[in-house]
């Protein structure tokens, strides 16, 4: 019963101790995103922003091996100005974004329209399609560790980003939950087990 006890024990402080492998969780609905986050903030890009080759804002940095480009054409409706890395005019092949928080979602377009954009999120990689006639698309990420996604831009794509939200994931990732699960599992077993203590009298 105590090598059951030690080997569940071990067990579970080693899955504790590591990192979850599934720790960062993408999501395609705003709804969703703000149910998992707290403390969130909506920016939009400033009419008067001047990117250059990086641009900061609200603790999320965007930049590219080019030149990022303002534009405010109402491309995306009236007053929307937009960061843009497009591979037609001074663009880089990726275009980097990274935020100070453990949660981060992004409202994207694609000037252009019907491009496919692969990207690497704290090391998981996933697409993303946009759609035609300038449709904007939602993208959120939570992790265990501040936000870096990384997007590959195709050439003679346009890939732009409207407005973003940070903010800070609000409950454990779904890997935390299965560990604290094993935990109190073992707990249990363990007290369930338990052998009874006996006492004997012995009279001289």
Known sequence: M????????????????????????????ATAFNAATINAV??????????????????????????????????????????????????GPNYNIAATTNALALTLGSYFGGNTFSYVVNGVTQSITLGNNRATSFLGFTSDTPINVSFSVPTNAELDV???????AAVPEPATWALMIL??????????????VSTTLRFA
Do not use: C, E, W
């Open 2 to 29: 105590k090598t059951m006890l030690l080997a569940l024990t071990a067990l579970t402080t080693v899955a504790v101790a590591a990192p979850a492998s599934a720790a960062t969780t993408i999501y395609t609905s």
């Open 42 to 91: 909506a920016r939009t890009i400033p009419a008067s922003a001047n990117p250059g080759s990086s641009y900061t804002l609200g603790g999320v940095t965007f930049s590219t091996t080019g030149s990022l480009l303002l534009f405010n054409d109402g491309a995306y409706g009236s007053g929307i100005a937009y960061l843009a890395d497009d591979r037609q005019n001074m663009g």
């Open 162 to 168: 409207t407005g973003f939200t940070t903010a800070t």
């Open 183 to 196: 935990g109190m599992g073992a707990v249990g077993f363990a007290m369930r087990r338990r052998s009874k």
